[in-house]
């Protein structure tokens, strides 16, 4: 499968947090020629207003360059995102902008995403108040769990310029199931792009240590589980890894033996501009979401970009 992202949405809030998205998404543009359209959600007020001559749910202007609201041609969204949106084209990143009107802000990412048919979704982690408070932040998480397409969360830095991030490894957490390797395709696509290594990394619970060995001490049952688990996952990667290398990829696998958020993250922090590919098992629904995954909790760890493959989607 050659995973390609064609169409990014960038939402924005006019933050130097939110704007810390810009970097990773200018480098995923430019690994794959893709369209840039940075989005900005202003709250609609849920009071009857007359019709608008525009679609209730979006106004703009489509193609390169600035795109200003119809329904408010002087807004601060407008001219705040046509000066992001310059910027990208004067440093080679194709990229246009839309202002939508939602009660919602979540809401309002995800039905634009559908909308425009974007292959992926590229935000901060959080925001602070701007041209929609709180666009960021907790909405970033009801747009990972509702997003019919991935979603990349970019941690917060606002000292990136939009001309310094590349993926440099690709990490891909594992369990076993298949659900997880729906992450392949996309790391696959990352890795090829960017002429990435991939590392498979696999969590074990190794039981507490009672001596200078995890196993020491336990009894001959417990050992025998504890040390056929081991095995099992060690096989597993192996198996895993021989694909990829079939397929002309660089590929090291991993075991650890603590929390796999903890594993991932160290993995992440010790590696040079690396990011992580993996997937969720969030309940979708703008209005139902979960939270306390482990890519939940890698997400609100990371240092680095985590890419969120939803459950729905296929090899």
């Given at each position: 499968?050659?995973?390609?992202?064609r169409?990014?949405?960038?939402?924005?809030?006019?933050?130097?947090?939110?704007?810390?998205a810009?970097?990773?998404?200018?480098?995923?543009?430019?690994?794959?020629?893709?369209?840039l359209?940075?989005?900005?959600?202003?709250?609609?007020?849920?009071?009857?207003?007359?019709?608008?001559?525009?679609?209730?749910?979006?106004?703009?202007?489509e193609?390169?360059?600035?795109?200003?609201?119809r329904a408010?041609?002087?807004?601060?969204a407008?001219?705040?995102?046509?000066?992001?949106?310059?910027?990208?084209?004067?440093?080679?990143?194709?990229?246009?902008?839309v202002?939508?009107l939602?009660?919602?802000?979540?809401?309002?990412?995800?039905?634009?995403?559908?909308?425009?048919?974007?292959?992926?979704?590229?935000?901060?982690?959080?925001g602070?108040s701007?041209?929609?408070?709180?666009?960021?932040?907790?909405?970033?998480d009801?747009?990972?769990h509702?997003?019919?397409?991935p979603?990349?969360?970019?941690?917060?830095?606002?000292?990136t310029?939009?001309?310094?991030w590349a993926?440099?490894?690709?990490i891909v957490?594992?369990?076993?199931?298949?659900?997880?390797?729906k992450?392949l395709?996309?790391?696959?696509s990352i890795?090829k792009?960017?002429?990435?290594?991939?590392?498979?990394?696999?969590a074990?619970?190794?039981?507490?240590?009672y001596?200078?060995?995890?196993?020491?001490?336990?009894?001959?049952g417990?050992?025998a589980?504890?040390?056929?688990g081991e095995?099992e996952?060690?096989?597993?990667?192996?198996e895993?890894?021989?694909r990829?290398?079939a397929?002309g990829?660089?590929v090291?696998?991993?075991?650890?033996?603590?929390h796999?958020?903890?594993?991932?993250i160290?993995?992440?922090?010790?590696?040079?501009d690396?990011?992580?590919v993996?997937?969720t098992?969030?309940?979708?629904?703008?209005?139902?979401w979960v939270?306390?995954?482990?890519?939940?909790?890698?997400?609100r760890?990371?240092v680095?970009p985590v890419?969120i493959?939803?459950?729905?989607?296929g090899?």
């Amino acid at each position: 499968m050659d995973t390609r992202y064609r169409r990014i949405l960038v939402p924005l809030d006019g933050s130097e947090l939110a704007r810390s998205a810009v970097a990773t998404a200018a480098g995923m543009g430019r690994l794959f020629d893709s369209e840039l359209t940075l989005i900005g959600v202003l709250r609609q007020s849920t009071r009857p207003q007359a019709p608008d001559p525009v679609s209730p749910s979006m106004s703009g202007t489509e193609g390169k360059g600035v795109a200003r609201s119809r329904a408010d041609p002087g807004s601060n969204a407008g001219s705040y995102l046509g000066e992001v949106t310059e910027e990208l084209l004067q440093a080679g990143v194709h990229a246009n902008s839309v202002v939508v009107l939602n009660a919602d802000p979540a809401t309002g990412v995800v039905l634009t995403a559908r909308d425009r048919h974007s292959d992926l979704i590229v935000m901060a982690s959080r925001g602070r108040s701007g041209l929609a408070r709180g666009l960021l932040g907790s909405v970033t998480d009801r747009v990972i769990h509702s997003s019919p397409v991935p979603v990349m969360v970019a941690p917060v830095d606002a000292d990136t310029g939009i001309d310094r991030w590349a993926p440099g490894l690709v990490i891909v957490p594992l369990d076993g199931s298949e659900l997880a390797e729906k992450a392949l395709p996309h790391a696959e696509s990352i890795s090829k792009a960017a002429n990435a290594p991939i590392t498979l990394v696999r969590a074990v619970p190794f039981p507490i240590m009672y001596g200078g060995h995890p196993y020491d001490g336990l009894p001959a049952g417990s050992l025998a589980i504890a040390e056929e688990g081991e095995k099992e996952a060690r096989h597993y990667l192996v198996e895993v890894a021989t694909r990829l290398r079939a397929r002309g990829h660089t590929v090291e696998t991993q075991i650890g033996g603590g929390h796999p958020r903890s594993e991932i993250i160290q993995i992440a922090q010790d590696a040079r501009d690396a990011m992580v590919v993996m997937t969720t098992r969030g309940t979708s629904g703008l209005t139902r979401w979960v939270v306390g995954s482990v890519a939940d909790s890698v997400i609100r760890s990371s240092v680095v970009p985590v890419l969120i493959i939803p459950p729905s989607m296929g090899h």
